[in-house]
C-alpha cells in the first residue's frame, strides 16, 4: 500500500478523469449520497455483499470499481486471517483518496490500485482467488467487465456480483423506475451544480439492465458456470456468484 498512498497523497488534488469523473466530483459526498437516494438501504445490500465475500474461500480479493471502501472496510469485521490480502481498485483516484481514509486504519493488507475494470493488464492472469464488484458493472462495458475478471480468476476463483436489478412486482417495478427517473437527475444536478453531462452517465444503462436472470446468463455466455443469485429488498438490487471452470478456459 505504501507505494499508492505516497502517488495518492501527492496527486490526488490535481488529478483530472481524462473521460468524466462523475464520481471524482461527489467523491467527498458519494456515501452521504448513498444513504439519501437509497433511504439507507445500501448499508443493508453492502453488509450482505460482505457476508458473501467474506463467505467464499481466498486469499487475494481484488475488488473493482471500489468506490469510497464502503464495501472493504464491512469486509474486515468478517475476517480474522491476517494473511488475506486485498486489492481495491477504481478509476477514480478522487474516489480511491477517499477510500484511502476510510481504510488506512484497517489491520490488513490492502492495496488501492488505480485500474479500469474493463482492461486491468497490469494484474497477471489466473492471479486472484475471488472478484468483486458493486454497483458498477451498469456503468461499464459489462461484457468487457466479466471478460477481464474471468481472465484474472485463477481457475475455481470465484466472482461476486451486488447490481442493480428488477423488482418482480411490475406495478412497484414501474414506480422504483419513475423514482429513479425523478431522484437521477436532481442527484446528478446535486453532485455537478448543474453539469448535464452527468445525468446522460448516470442514467446510462439504469433502465436497460438486464434481470437477474438476464445477468446470470450472460455471466454463463462469458464462460463462468455454478452462477446463482439472491435478490434483495423485491430485486431492487441482486447479488450474483459465479465460478470460473478449473479446466477449460485458458487466458494468457
Ligand atoms: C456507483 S459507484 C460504486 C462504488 C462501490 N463499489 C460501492 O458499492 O459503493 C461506481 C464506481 O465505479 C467507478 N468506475 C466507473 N467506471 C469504472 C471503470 N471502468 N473501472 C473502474 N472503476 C470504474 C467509479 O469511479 C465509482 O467509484
Not at 411490475?170 to 431522484?183: D, G, H, T
Request: charged letters at 20%; one cysteine or more; hydrophobic letters at 45%.
Amino acid at each position: 500500500m505504501a507505494e499508492y498512498q505516497s502517488k495518492l497523497t501527492d496527486n490526488a488534488a490535481d488529478f483530472i478523469w481524462p473521460n468524466d469523473d462523475v464520481f471524482g466530483r461527489i467523491a467527498s459526498r458519494y456515501d452521504w449520497l448513498c444513504d439519501l437516494f437509497s433511504f439507507g438501504l445500501h448499508r443493508l445490500w453492502k453488509h450482505r455483499m460482505a457476508q458473501r465475500i467474506a463467505g467464499e474461500t481466498w486469499v487475494t480479493l481484488l475488488d473493482g470499481a471500489t468506490g469510497t471502501g464502503d464495501i472493504m472496510l464491512r469486509i474486515f469485521s468478517k475476517i480474522s486471517d491476517k494473511k488475506k490480502n486485498i486489492i481495491a481498485a477504481d478509476i477514480s483516484e478522487k474516489m480511491l483518496g477517499v477510500a484511502h481514509r476510510k481504510l488506512m486504519p484497517m489491520p490488513s493488507n490492502v492495496s488501492l490500485v488505480r485500474l479500469d475494470a474493463e482492461n486491468m493488464a497490469s494484474i497477471p492472469s489466473a492471479s486472484i482467488d475471488a472478484y468483486s464488484i458493486s454497483l458498477a458493472l451498469k456503468i461499464c462495458n459489462r461484457h468487457r467487465v466479466l471478460e477481464e475478471a474471468l481472465r484474472v480468476l485463477k481457475p475455481g476463483g470465484r466472482l461476486i456480483v451486488l447490481e442493480a436489478s428488477n423488482i418482480r412486482y411490475a406495478f412497484i417495478q414501474r414506480l422504483y423506475l419513475v423514482y429513479m427517473s425523478i431522484c437521477i437527475p436532481l442527484l446528478g444536478w446535486l453532485m455537478t451544480a448543474g453539469d448535464t453531462s452527468a445525468y446522460k452517465y448516470l442514467l446510462k444503462g439504469i433502465k436497460e439492465f438486464p434481470s437477474a436472470e438476464g445477468l446470470a446468463a450472460e455471466m454463463l455466455n462469458a464462460g463462468f458456470e455454478s452462477v446463482e443469485f439472491e435478490r434483495l429488498t423485491l430485486g431492487i438490487v441482486a447479488i450474483h456468484v459465479a465460478r470460473k471452470p478449473l479446466v477449460g478456459t485458458l487466458h494468457v
